[in-house]
């Protein structure tokens, strides 16, 4: 049997599952569109985290602001800071070798303008390492992305529900329903595309719109709370391992019961130290 040089093997292309130990960069992500293939994306807040889904093949990890929820305590994301976003993207770098790490341009830290945001984003680039950044908004926030984009930061865009927003929304609703909240959606992502992201996010947006907009753009699309027919789809990670208390989104699909496992571990742990079984013999020093 013929054996086949290195040259000469197929190099695996795939985003997830993909054998390359290199970093995946925003080319990989316009030739997966290309490929239509679909990839999956999960937020990340630490080193450890990151590099578990980075072991398990995730091609993209975003920072998102939605730490502010899960991993901060506050009861939105409009408290979360550069100082906080830029320590905890610097820290899932350091945790990851192969995936593409986003981070998040928190709320108050772009919407002044473009040099704001490029002051910023540079931050996160400089600092934390980041391969790219994400800001939330369409036709508004187009002059920031494409300013960005100009300077040498891809961007992923946010449409759709916009969390950072929520203040303005009284919540969480849904978005794109009705015929002209529709087309407004569909002009937000058109506008962040022609500004030069490499991405967008849909969150919160009704099946059928979301393969309209899918349909109609170049850039891939990645859902939460959007349909199957996005390109990428992507959850918040405590969401995802059901380590989140109480109700989440309808979007959300369990795929552990984390918070409960953690927590008969940590009983067993105390179980075992007012019972005297722990530290045993073998975890004793003589």
Known sequence: MTQLSPAQKPVDKSLYGGTSSRRITVRDIAAAKERDEKWPML???DAMTASVFDEA?????????????????????????????T??????????????VVGDLP?????????????????LVKEAGVGAVKLEGGERS????????????????????TPQSV???????????????????????????????????????????????TRSLHIPTVGIGAGLDCDAQVLVWTDMAGMTAGRVPKFVKKYLELRELLGGAAKAFADDVVGGAFPSAEHTFH
Do not use: W
Request: charged letters at 15%; glycine letters at 10%.
């Open 107 to 123: 709320f108050g830290s772009y919407q002044e303008g473009p040099v704001q945001a490029l002051r910023n984003a540079t931050r």
């Open 57 to 85: 093949g995730i091609p993209v990890l975003l920072v998102g602001d939605s730490m502010g929820n899960c991993h901060l305590g506050y009861e939105s994301t409009v408290p979360v800071t550069m100082d906080e976003i």
């Open 167 to 213: 203040n303005a929304y009284g919540g969480y609703p849904v978005q794109g329903r009705g015929e002209e909240a529709a087309q407004q959606l569909l002009r937000d992502a058109k506008a962040v595309q022609d500004a030069g992201a490499f991405a967008v996010v849909l969150e919160a947006v009704p099946a059928e719109l979301a393969a309209e907009v």
């Open 43 to 45: 937020t990340a807040y």
């Open 142 to 161: 187009a002059d920031q992305v494409e300013l960005l984009v100009s300077s040498g930061i891809p961007v992923m865009a946010h449409v759709g529900l």
């Open 87 to 100: 320590l905890l993207s610097a820290a899932v770098v350091r945790g990851t070798k192969r995936a593409l």
